[in-house]
């Protein structure tokens, strides 16, 4: 049977069959909202992303607040380290006194429902940028730097983190986390592992926002982050981190990515995320500020497309936007 008793346009033809038929919707409980922590008093403009903002502690409240009431589930942090804390061997990401800690007991404090996921990576306190501990040569050592994100991993725990994140893509990391985390008691601590992360052009901004860009100069991270021409890969790394006791996995970046949002998804069948990056918040924010897309409507379908591809939330710059389009209903 064809044409004209097949017409695919009748269920397109009205709001109510429409709306039957949507396979994919997205709404607040898909969201989780990057922040950045930083020492000041007060908030600092990062420019290269407009609308976001480094916060103090007293400002990451009050981001809190507003997100928990918008029942956006979960914020990322991420700590902005004063130059001068700074080191070759990043002591000061396991200080159990240090600004993503202290972060982490207010949040948990105030909002101790509103989940609490930390970013486990060397690169916000190392004097070079990278998110392990480098050799002579400059090469970032594996064990050695697993070793390091095992104490940070712990001293997050310790802080109250529901949620530690490795984003560093060392091998072996998420069982030697899981491991020390069970061995400490933190049993109920989940591990969302970044296990599909590539070496992207894509996450410049956020290097302006946490600083990281200037100690890293013109080096980049393709010895351990992956290869943007890899997708068997991807699933390789996916079912590694898997084994090693990850809760849940994440591709990054996410819209040039989201073919290996699907492939995990198919394969795995585990809650997947995708982080919408840094620089795929700045280029969609150049548009709208130039008048050529508009913003809730583009904004919300490129989170859309990420629940189409498969993903079960998404880390987004827009989180709080979106939340309170979706409550207007837009
Ligand atoms: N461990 C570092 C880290 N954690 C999150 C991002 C990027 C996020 C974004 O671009 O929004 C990065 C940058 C990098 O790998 O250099
Ligand atoms: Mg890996």
New binding site residues.
């Given amino acids: 049977m064809t044409y004209p008793y097949l017409r695919p346009r009748r269920m397109r033809r009205d709001d109510f069959s429409r709306r039957l038929m949507r396979e994919s919707v997205l709404t607040a409980d898909d969201l989780i909202y990057?922040v950045f922590v930083h020492e000041p008093a007060g908030r600092a403009a990062v420019p290269s992303m407009p609308g976001v903002e480094r916060l103090s502690i007293d400002e990451l409240l009050r981001v809190a607040e507003a997100a928990s009431e918008l029942r956006i589930p979960a914020l990322a942090l991420f700590p902005v380290t004063a130059p001068d804390a700074k080191s070759l061997d990043a002591v000061a990401a396991w200080d159990d006194d240090g600004l993503c800690q202290r972060a982490i007991g207010a949040l948990k404090q105030r909002f101790p429902h509103l989940g609490v996921i930390t970013?486990v990576?060397l690169?916000p306190y190392t004097s070079h940028g990278q998110?392990g501990i480098v050799d002579d040569t400059g090469y970032v050592m594996n064990d050695v730097t697993v070793e390091a994100l095992v104490q940070q991993a712990l001293s997050h725990a310790r802080a109250g983190a529901d949620v530690v994140a490795p984003?560093?893509m060392m091998d072996g990391r998420i069982g030697a986390i899981r491991a020390a985390l069970e061995q400490d008691g933190f049993i109920h601590t989940r591990i969302l592992a970044y296990a599909a992360k590539y070496a992207s052009s894509?996450?410049g901004p956020?290097?302006d926002a946490v600083g990281s860009a200037s100690a890293l100069g013109k080096a980049d991270?393709r010895t351990y982050?992956m290869d943007p021409g890899n997708s068997d890969e991807a699933l390789r790394e996916v079912a590694l981190d898997l084994e090693e006791g990850a809760d849940m996995v994440m591709v990054k970046p996410g819209m040039p990515y989201l073919d290996i949002v699907r492939r995990v998804k198919d394969e795995f069948g585990v809650p997947t995320y995708a982080?919408q990056?840094?620089?795929e918040y700045a280029m969609l924010k150049a548009a709208f500020a130039n008048g050529w897309l508009d913003e809730r409507k583009c904004a919300l379908e490129a989170l859309l497309g990420f629940k189409r591809a498969g993903a079960d939330g998404v880390l987004t710059y827009f989180a709080l936007d979106a939340a309170r389009w979706l409550r207007e209903g837009a």
Wanted: glycine fraction near 6%; hydrophobic fraction near 25%; avoid cysteine.
């Fill in positions: 990057p970013d990576a690169d998110d984003s560093d894509f996450y956020f290097r991270k982050q982080y990056v840094s620089g």
